[in-house]
């Protein structure tokens, strides 16, 4: 299996490790967008762009909530 600094780049690299950092790692420790925008310190809309990028890659799950949706790494 690749390492994400191999297939990810910029954003989402960062995004990524700010995930494993703060050890959102299944459905039980999502985290937010606002969340994981602070820990970046990356604008939201350039978090949110590499959460979709990361998602469509299949690296992180996006669990639809009643207030803000979650964000989990898959690997």
Do not use: F
């Not at 780049?9 to 990524?16: A, F, I, L, R």
Request: net charge positive.
């Amino acid at each position: 299996m690749s390492t994400p600094s191999e297939e990810l780049s910029g954003n989402n690299q960062k995004v990524y490790k700010v995930m494993k950092e703060l050890a959102l790692m299944s459905e039980e420790k999502m985290g937010t967008a606002e969340r994981i925008t602070q820990a970046s310190k990356l604008p939201k809309n350039m978090v949110l762009n590499a959460l979709q990028d990361l998602q469509n890659k299949g690296w992180v799950r996006r669990k639809v909530r009643e207030k803000a949706a979650g964000y989990y790494l898959l690997r």
